[in-house]
């Protein structure tokens, strides 16, 4: 019975995967600045967030985008 359940479970976690994401992925940042202390930390269940440091106003930056499994960035394109 155990073997069933866990055949199920990843039959309809592999069957499902395909539209959690776009086919060429979704982009966390683009830009031409410098990137450091880059990580990613678990949100609610289908989410995660993504925070790294960056000069692109000059000086260095903390930023963070929330991305959502099923929406794609959380917050739009300015975080």
């Not at 592999?14 to 410098?34: C, E, M």
Request: glycine share 10%; aromatic share 18%; charged share 20%.
């Amino acid at each position: 019975m155990r073997k069933i359940y866990l055949a199920l479970i990843f039959f309809f976690f592999f069957k499902s995967a395909r539209y959690l994401w776009d086919t060429n992925g979704l982009p966390i940042r683009q830009g031409v600045h410098i990137e450091w202390q880059r990580t990613v930390c678990p949100g609610d269940p289908g989410s995660m967030f993504f925070v790294w440091s960056d000069t692109r106003y000059g000086s260095r930056n903390v930023f963070a985008q929330k991305v959502v499994s099923l929406l794609g960035p959380y917050c739009g394109v300015r975080g």
